[in-house]
């Protein structure tokens, strides 16, 4: 799912949500965005989806900037 600050393409997130479980199967974000914009999104959709807990991402795997 790609993540969205405004217009901008921050970086994507993959989730699973089973049995209302949340899992994150990948993340990626783009170079020079806050991490924090991929925590954001992740509460909103397991809130969305009803899931019973939130997951903790680690540490993003950075890419260059969309051009």
């Given at each position: 799912?790609?993540?969205?600050?405004?217009?901008?393409?921050?970086?994507?997130?993959?989730?699973r949500i089973s049995k209302g479980s949340a899992?994150?199967?990948?993340?990626?974000?783009?170079?020079?965005?806050?991490p924090a914009h991929l925590n954001e999104a992740?509460?909103?959709?397991?809130?969305?989806?009803?899931?019973?807990?939130?997951?903790?991402?680690?540490?993003?795997?950075?890419?260059?900037?969309?051009?």
């Amino acid at each position: 799912m790609p993540i969205l600050v405004g217009t901008h393409l921050v970086g994507r997130i993959a989730v699973r949500i089973s049995k209302g479980s949340a899992i994150v199967e990948g993340h990626q974000l783009l170079d020079g965005y806050d991490p924090a914009h991929l925590n954001e999104a992740l509460t909103i959709l397991c809130r969305w989806a009803q899931a019973t807990n939130i997951p903790v991402l680690g540490p993003s795997p950075r890419v260059g900037a969309a051009s």
